[in-house]
C-alpha cells in the first residue's frame, strides 16, 4: 500500500511539474528550445528599466535568465536586440532598449550559437569542478563563465601542474566515452540521496540535479549538454592563487579550436621569424633572448663611453664657468636630437666629476634634468621661479630636478633665464 501511494504521489508530481509553468506569470521553455528558428509569444507587460531601456515580461519565453554562473540569453525580441534576462521575485525581464516593442504579439529569436557555446562551457565547468573533487577532495567554492575564458574557484591553496593535467585527462577520457549528462527533479527524487557536490538551495520547490554518469552530482538550474561527449574539449588554462583559493581557467567546446587556431597562426609566424620548425619555436625564442641580452650589453657600453665623452665636454664648459664666480657654477646644455634617456645617461656620468650644478635638455622630447653633486649644493632656488614662469610639470629636490614643457617655446624660455641667472659674473 506504501508502495502504491508512493508510486500515485510521483505521478501527481510529475503531472504539476509538467504544467507547473502554465501557473507562472511567464511559461519557461529555455531549457528545451535551443533553436534559431522565431518563437511566436506575447509581451504581456511593458516597464521602465534603468538607464532608459525597458523590461518586458512574456507570456512564455526561451531565454534563459541569469543565474546559475551563467549570464542570460541574447537574441532579439521583435528585431529590437536583447541586452539582458534577468529573474526578480519570480518574473523574468527580458531588457532591451526602448523602441517599438509594445504589449502583444511578439517574435523571439534566440542567439543559438551562444547559447550552445555556454551550454558547453556550463556542462564543463560541472565536468571540471566534479573531477577535481573526485581526484583531490577540493570543492569548488565558486565560478565565472566569461566570454572568452571560464575560470572556478577551488578550496585549495596550490595545486599542481601535474594533477592539473591529469584532471584535464581525465576529464577527456569523460568526454571520448561520452558520460551521459541526466537531470534529476527533486522531488518526486530525493536529493539527500545524491552525493551532491555542492549544498542545494533551500527556498526552491523543485531542485533539478545534474549528474554527469560517475563524475559529478551537483544541484544547478543552468542549461547544459544532454552527454559529456557535447562538450568536445576541455583545456585548462592555468591556475593562480586567489584569495587563499587557486583560480583555475579553462575553455571548452569551439573555444578550445578556436584557441588553438589562433596559437598555431602565432606559432607559425614566430617560426618564419626565427627560422625553426613551429615545434622549436620555444627553443628558438630562448636562444634569441640570449643574443639579445648580449647585443643590449654591448649597446648599454657604447652609450657609456658616449656619455663619458659628452660628458667631458660639459665638464671643460664647467670649469670654464666655475674658474670665473664664486660658487658652483651653472652650466646650461641642449641636445636637439638626443632622446631624454640619453641625456639623463649624460648628466651622470658628468656628475660624477664635478660639483658645479648642470642643466641639461632634450629639445626633441621638451624635457630637462638639473644635477648638482656638491653636498652644500641646493639647485631649486635656480630653477623653480623660472620653472614655474614657463608652465613647466615635474620637482625635484636639493640635487635633482626634472620637469618638461608642453611646447618648444616654453622650454626655451626657461633654459635661456636658467643660463644667464647660473652665468659667470
Known sequence: MSSFKHSVKCVVFLFLFIHYNTFMRTERLYHDYVSAEPFEATV?????????????????????????GQSGDRGSINGIPLLDVREQDGEILHIV????????????????????????????QHLLSGTILRLTGKPTVSMHLGDEVNTIDVDAQEIAAGTLTAVEE????????????????????????????????????????????????????????????????????????????????FIAGRRVLHDSRRLRENA??????????????????LAL???????????????????????TALLEKA??????????AAVVERYA???????????????????????????????????CSAKDCDIRPLLKGPFEQANGKGGGGPSFFQGQFASAGELAAFLSVVDRAGAPA
Open 44 to 68: 504581456v507587460e511593458e516597464r521602465p528599466w534603468e538607464a532608459g531601456g525597458v523590461a518586458l515580461v512574456l507570456d512564455k519565453t526561451i531565454f534563459y535568465p541569469e543565474g546559475g
Open 97 to 124: 532598449a526602448a523602441g517599438a516593442v509594445l504589449c502583444g504579439p511578439a517574435r523571439l529569436v534566440l542567439d543559438a550559437a551562444r547559447r550552445r557555446d555556454f551550454t558547453v562551457q556550463h556542462t564543463a
Open 170 to 249: 581525465a576529464a577527456a577520457d569523460a568526454i571520448e566515452r561520452e558520460s551521459p549528462v541526466i537531470i534529476h527533479l527533486c522531488p518526486p527524487e530525493d536529493a539527500a540521496s545524491f552525493p551532491l557536490r555542492k549544498v542545494p538551495p533551500r527556498d526552491e520547490e523543485v531542485i533539478r540535479v545534474v549528474e554527469i554518469a560517475g563524475n559529478d552530482f551537483s544541484p544547478c538550474c543552468g542549461t547544459h549538454c544532454t552527454s559529456a561527449g557535447q562538450i568536445g574539449a576541455l583545456r585548462v588554462l592555468g591556475a593562480e592563487k586567489y584569495k587563499g583559493m587557486t583560480r583555475v581557467s
Open 268 to 285: 607559425d609566424i614566430v617560426s618564419r621569424a626565427l627560422k625553426v620548425p613551429a615545434a622549436e619555436t620555444g627553443k628558438g625564442v
Open 289 to 311: 633572448l640570449e643574443k639579445t641580452r648580449a647585443l643590449e650589453l654591448r649597446v648599454n657600453a657604447l652609450a657609456d663611453a658616449a656619455a663619458e665623452a659628452a660628458a
Open 319 to 328: 670649469e670654464l664657468a666655475a674658474g670665473r664666480r664664486e660658487g658652483p
Open 337 to 371: 636630437d638626443a632622446a631624454m634617456e640619453e641625456v639623463l645617461r649624460i648628466g651622470r656620468a658628468a656628475q660624477k666629476r664635478t660639483g658645479a650644478v648642470l642643466v641639461l635638455a632634450s629639445e626633441r622630447e621638451l624635457k630637462f634634468a638639473a644635477f
